[in-house]
T-cell receptor, first 115, second 114 residues
Framework: AQKVTQAQTEISVVEKEDVTLDCVYE???????LFWYKQPPSGELVFLIRRNSFDEQNEISGRYSWNFQKSTSSFNFTITASQVVDSAVYFC????????????FGKGTMLLVSP | EAQVTQNPRYLITVTGKKLTVTCSQN?????MSWYRQDPGLGLRQIYYSMNVEVTDKGDVPEGYKVSRKEKRNFPLILESPSPNQTSLYFC?????????????FGPGTRLTVT
């Protein structure tokens, strides 16, 4: 069985603060894939990143960065200098070799960025 | 434009009245799936289909049926809806499976069962 835990239900920050969203996963497989999705207030799901288990390099894309640590089974997401437009629900998700047909989502973290 | 479409976008119905939510993709994807999103529970997979010949249950299949007669369509059927199926439903597709680089999600269908 695979599991994704996003312990932070809601985070509130003021614009320009940095914020980190935590994601901890569980899987017995050695090959797996981790994802982050964003769901803005409009409701659609926006793909942010995919990372496979063999690539532990951290990723940076503009103000977004991701820290993948297999030793702690974590795939955390940091937004630098947050903006109001970053307000959304963020989901971490996992798909692994044995459960390759399914994508397991965490419960999501709601990020509120105030001006 | 590459997209996944769902219809209807909003639906209010009564307990026991059969309904179908359609899902269609124009990207020639093999893999399609349905999720429901509930507050505090995230997205949970209902059913998925690896191709037109393979369909299987996800984590919360009870009360739902699906059909994959054509590659592009994957309708979700509620034979006898109940209030606990009130939820936001998303259809998704990808080329081969959920490990693909990106799942393409539809816009969502908000269903209310009274």
């Amino acid at each position: 069985a695979q599991k994704v835990t996003q312990a932070q239900t809601e985070i509130s920050v003021v614009e320009k603060e940095d914020v980190t969203l935590d994601c901890v996963y569980e899987t017995r497989d050695t090959t797996y894939y981790l994802f982050w999705y964003k769901q803005p207030p409009s409701g659609e799901l926006v793909f942010l990143i995919r990372r496979n288990s063999f690539d532990e390099q951290n990723e940076i894309s503009g103000r977004y960065s991701w820290n993948f640590q297999k030793s702690t089974s974590s795939f955390n997401f940091t937004i630098t200098a947050s903006q109001v437009v970053d307000s959304a629900v963020y989901f971490c998700a996992l798909s692994s070799n044995s459960g390759y047909s399914t994508l397991t989502f965490g419960k999501g973290t709601m990020l509120l960025v105030s001006p | 434009e590459a997209q996944v479409t769902q219809n209807p976008r909003y639906l209010i119905t009564v307990t026991g009245k059969k309904l179908t939510v359609t899902c269609s993709q124009n990207m020639n994807h093999e893999y399609m799936s349905w999720y429901r999103q509930d507050p505090g529970l995230g997205l949970r997979q209902i059913y998925y289909s690896m191709n037109v010949e393979v369909t299987d249950k996800g984590d919360v299949p009870e009360g739902y049926k699906v059909s994959r007669k054509e590659k592009r369509n994957f309708p979700l059927i509620l034979e006898s809806p109940s209030p606990n199926q009130t939820s936001l439903y998303f259809c998704a597709s990808s080329l081969w499976g959920p490990t693909d680089n990106e799942q393409y999600f539809g816009p969502g269908t908000r269903l209310t069962v009274t």
